[in-house]
């Protein structure tokens, strides 16, 4: 508890210490993707029915549902015609103390061979192809997770998580940044209703960038009228998400699962579906159609905004649009695989994205005899 504190009284002390600090709305939004197929499949609806090792990163209050084996979880995922390639990796670790649940999760966000132009145009006008290079910009994050069960009886469950998340930015050989923040997060089932909420960067997540030019790189971006940044910290506001869930049941095989999530922000108006100076609300809707819990069928939708109509050449016409999802899984004895299928933008060039998922439970055969 020690370590702790001091982790949080000097990350406290840094932020509020550091006078170049800048909030930015949008800033580590790798980190509001997403993880698991599951999750995905389900419009990001998760953090009041997570139970796996993704729980870490929707409610690190989840991982307290992981009581005999550790399970571990692992996503790829393509956007953008394959442009960025997305990552996680997250692993939740059952103590003997059956009350309290460990998780580690790595992420990773990246673009790779983006072009270098910065050397295409030579000293004396010309221009040679031959001097575009390429590099890579990535973003990774660690999350430490642990969550404790407070209370449960045969009506009510009650637990409590958190996340120490470690960031690192990296833009080639130009830029870099380490963030820190805390996340935390608790889930509440009474009768046959789940409730849960989320609090993100919590003490607001900070990430201190340092930048690295050459000679010649600052004189062409001089050249070229660009600023030449020396140092900076970008900082993530709080991130109020509450969430509600129930389930249905149809038959003794069958069972409907919904659940919704609210993403409140106060950073100022975003796009949103409720959005003002003080408060942003952005809904996230999800339903799992299950069959005897071995295969699952989901849909979701999420991302409620206003964008200017695709067939409006005046530019002025706007209209609501939303990110739809669905998915499927099946899970076998301590295997289970997930997929979705997502739409980034509904309108006339949407950009679908195939998300692949799979879950272990790691049985110690030895101990399983």
Known sequence: MKL???FIGGLLMIICSNSFAQFRKYSNEFLNIGAGARGLGMGGSQ????????AGYWNPAGLIFVKEHPNLALMHAEYFAGIGKYDFAGIALPTKNKDKVLGISLLRFAVDDIPNTLYLVNPDGSIDYNNITTFSSADYALLLSYSQLLKKTDKELLSLGGNIKIIRRQVGSFANAWGFG??????YYVKKWKFAA???DATTTFNAWSFTFTDREKEVLYLTNNDIPVKSTELTAPRL???AGKDFKVSDKINIYAEANLHLTFDGKR??????????????IGIEASYQKIIFLRLGVSNFQQALSDGDTTNQKKVWIYQPSLGAGFKIDNVGIDYAFTNLA??????????????????????RK
Not at 182 to 187: K, V
Not at 346 to 360: D, E, G, I, M
Request: charged letters at 15%; proline letters at 3%; a positive charge.
């Open 241 to 243: 998400i509450l969430g």
């Open 4 to 6: 702790l504190r001091l």
């Open 182 to 187: 805390l996340d935390f997060g608790a889930m």
């Open 47 to 54: 953090i009041v029915s997570v139970q796996d090792g993704t």
């Open 271 to 284: 796009n949103s579906l409720v959005s003002s100076n003080v408060l942003n609300i952005d809904p996230n």
């Open 198 to 200: 989320v609090l993100r």
């Open 346 to 367: 509904n309108q006339a060039n949407p950009l679908y994205t195939h998300v692949f998922s799979v879950k272990f439970d790691l049985i110690n055969k030895r101990k």
